[in-house]
């Protein structure tokens, strides 16, 4: 079993052997895969809104929500979307079959139910579903008050359509927008967010310009509780990146050149940093920030660790100063 909620942590990171127990067609481009311990244990409960690393056939490690009930003690589900652009993650995930054994890391949450909400509106895009699925699961057992909108392209292209339409726990807290333009969709999350108050919180996932419209258009009613979940990595411009240095606790110091990240100069230098994906959106490397200020190009801090500054995603982000002192967690 993995350990309960708050005692994840980022040393956390030693690979659970599973085996893929269930393989289903979601859409064309969605598949889900059920998996179990190769050993018998168990793998739930986790926190509602994880993610797992996924060691697929080519060795690639690959970030995956967690879409099952969080409550479940047996098995993990993950949603996998085939993309055109695949280096090799996602493809290789859509060719396992049941009985495929698969490496997966212990899970990580980013993106958390908030506990002190009077009300939770859950705002989904496409394959952004997958870890507020995960979180519409747990607000119902605790009998929070919450909304589900879910917008797709088709009912050919909404994964979990038929679940969200069937699953009698929850169903009326769904409301499911098929083939809605863009540009058509703000009413309707502004109408959803006309619901909430200053002590709701909002969570999103999807497109990059999608997360970008509910969040212009919930902060004005619930401040900064508006919880972002990114499955892609920021691009920043680097044209202008200066050296910098980097100071442990320890007193080790170390130069961070304009092309080189944090995270490589650290490794390669022999410091033990947690790392996954590399590219700010997991969250493993983030580290403490005790002096200096950080230049944040992360899609896994929020917007409020960001502003205070006190953190840093090693694997992207820069320094603003000319050194940074930071502690490794």
């Not at 409301?175 to 109408?191: C, K, M, T």
Request: hydrophobic share 40%.
């Amino acid at each position: 079993m993995f350990p309960a909620a708050d005692a994840f942590g980022k040393d956390d990171m030693t690979d659970i052997q599973v085996r893929v127990a269930e393989v289903r067609t979601e859409t064309p481009s969605v598949r889900t895969l059920r998996l179990v311990s190769t050993d018998g244990t168990q793998l739930g409960p986790y926190p509602a809104g994880a993610h797992v690393d996924v060691v697929g056939p080519t060795g690639i490690r690959r970030q995956y929500s967690l879409c099952n009930p969080p409550a479940d003690i047996g098995t993990l589900l993950i949603a996998v979307k085939r993309e055109p652009d695949s280096r090799g993650g996602s493809l290789a995930l859509h060719t396992v079959v049941e009985g495929d054994a698969l490496s997966i890391g212990e899970p990580r949450n980013l993106v958390s139910v908030a506990d002190e909400a009077d009300r939770h509106l859950l705002v989904a895009g496409g394959i952004g579903i997958t870890p507020l699925l995960s979180m519409a699961y747990e607000l119902h057992r605790r009998a929070e008050d919450f909304e589900l909108l879910y917008f797709a392209r088709s009912a050919g292209e909404c994964a979990f359509l038929r679940l969200l339409c069937e699953e009698v726990t929850f169903r009326d807290r769904v409301e499911v927008r098929l083939g809605v333009p863009r540009d058509e969709q703000l009413p309707l999350v502004e109408a959803a967010i006309a619901r909430l108050t200053a002590r709701s919180h909002v969570y999103t996932c999807g497109p990059e310009g999608f997360m970008a419209q509910v969040l212009a258009a919930a902060e004005p009613v619930v401040g900064g509780h508006v919880h972002v979940e990114h499955f892609e990595a920021a691009e920043a411009d680097t044209s202008q990146d200066t050296a910098f240095a980097v100071e442990l606790d320890t007193g080790e110091i170390f130069e961070v050149p304009a092309h080189r990240s944090i995270l490589s100069v650290l490794t390669e230098n022999g410091v033990d940093v947690a790392k996954s994906c590399e590219e700010g959106i997991c969250g493993s490397c983030v580290s403490g920030v005790l002096d200096g200020v950080p230049d944040h190009r992360d899609n896994c801090l929020s917007v409020s660790d960001k502003a205070a500054g006190d953190q840093i995603a090693l694997c992207v982000s820069r320094a603003r100063t000319p050194k940074l002192v930071i502690e490794l967690y």
